[in-house]
């Protein structure tokens, strides 16, 4: 019988309620308001590869990657030697994506091409995980007649069978009634979806966390408070 291969998430206290961590090769969606939490849950898991000697992959939309390394160095992560060792890379998607128009007419880029040199990239470094942090830009190329749905459907599709990677993509939070946004990624379409968000307990904000869904995984219907703290990250660990 098939079993589904786990990929731990490097999150302390996530894995145990996911089976194990997350179903290996699939992408998986992080979705939430800004400063929730999306770009440390996203290192992390880079970072639990690292420490496995899985190499990884970042592709930074929003920050430039000088922005990902101080992110990191505050949590404790000197992500710059694993750089070095050429173990993590962290990419531009803005260059990124646009290194791969040419002039003119040539100006059209398309999926295929972004992933296909993306899956290039991912092979020459032997990475096993990705983040596309967020990756709104990938669904939203110029010059494109696409759907934005159809766009993502085949960017999941793209991801899964051009890279052996297990991908963490990121995105703004999007209504869960009424007309889903063109900037999040459907979370239909993906193996797996976890809302970060904040909530009001006890007169007092907290950070929660959802697993609205994972794939082939029995994951119980809970909201689960979590802390962001130095050396650690994300942990739904309490330290008391
Ligand atoms: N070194 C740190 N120690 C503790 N908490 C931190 C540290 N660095 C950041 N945080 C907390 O994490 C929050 C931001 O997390 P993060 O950048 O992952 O959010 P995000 O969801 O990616 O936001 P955005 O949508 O703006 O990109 C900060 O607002 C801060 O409260
Ligand atoms: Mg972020």
């Given at each position: 019988?098939?079993?589904?291969?786990?990929?731990?998430?490097?999150?302390?206290g996530?894995?145990?309620?996911?089976?194990?961590?997350?179903?290996?090769?699939?992408?998986?969606?992080?979705?939430g308001?800004?400063?929730?939490?999306k770009t440390?849950?996203?290192l992390?898991?880079?970072?639990?590869?690292?420490?496995?000697?899985?190499?990884?992959?970042?592709?930074?939309?929003?920050?430039?990657?000088?922005?990902?390394l101080?992110?990191?160095?505050?949590?404790?992560?000197?992500?710059?030697?694993?750089?070095?060792?050429?173990e993590?890379?962290?990419?531009?998607?803005?260059?990124?994506?646009?290194?791969?128009?040419?002039?003119g007419?040539?100006?059209?880029i398309?999926?295929?091409?972004?992933?296909?040199?993306?899956?290039?990239?991912?092979?020459?470094?032997?990475?096993?995980?990705?983040?596309?942090?967020p990756a709104?830009?990938?669904?939203?190329?110029?010059?494109?007649?696409?759907?934005?749905?159809?766009?993502?459907?085949?960017?999941?599709k793209?991801?899964?069978?051009?890279?052996?990677?297990?991908?963490?993509?990121?995105?703004?939070?999007?209504?869960?009634?009424?007309e889903?946004?063109?900037?999040?990624?459907e979370?239909?379409?993906?193996?797996?979806?976890?809302?970060?968000?904040?909530?009001?307990?006890?007169?007092?904000?907290?950070?929660?966390?959802?697993?609205?869904?994972?794939?082939?995984?029995?994951?119980?219907?809970?909201?689960?408070?979590?802390?962001?703290?130095?050396?650690?990250?994300?942990?739904?660990?309490?330290?008391?």
């Amino acid at each position: 019988m098939i079993q589904t291969e786990r990929v731990t998430t490097g999150i302390p206290g996530l894995d145990p309620i996911l089976e194990g961590g997350y179903p290996k090769g699939r992408s998986i969606l992080v979705t939430g308001d800004p400063g929730t939490g999306k770009t440390i849950f996203a290192l992390q898991f880079l970072v639990e590869g690292l420490a496995r000697g899985e190499k990884g992959i970042y592709v930074a939309a929003d920050e430039g990657p000088a922005d990902i390394l101080e992110q990191g160095a505050s949590l404790g992560w000197d992500l710059e030697k694993h750089i070095e060792q050429k173990e993590l890379a962290i990419l531009n998607a803005g260059t990124y994506l646009s290194s791969l128009s040419g002039a003119g007419k040539e100006r059209q880029i398309d999926i295929y091409k972004a992933i296909g040199d993306l899956a290039g990239f991912v092979n020459r470094l032997e990475a096993k995980r990705l983040v596309l942090d967020p990756a709104g830009p990938f669904v939203l190329l110029r010059d494109t007649a696409m759907r934005i749905q159809d766009q993502t459907r085949l960017l999941i599709k793209l991801l899964r069978t051009s890279m052996p990677t297990t991908n963490i993509l990121t995105s703004y939070g999007v209504p869960r009634t009424g007309e889903r946004t063109l900037h999040g990624i459907e979370e239909y379409l993906v193996a797996g979806a976890i809302i970060l968000e904040m909530i009001w307990k006890d007169g007092q904000l907290a950070r929660s966390l959802v697993v609205e869904k994972m794939r082939c995984t029995d994951v119980k219907p809970a909201q689960h408070e979590f802390e962001i703290v130095k050396g650690r990250g994300v942990t739904l660990e309490s330290l008391g």
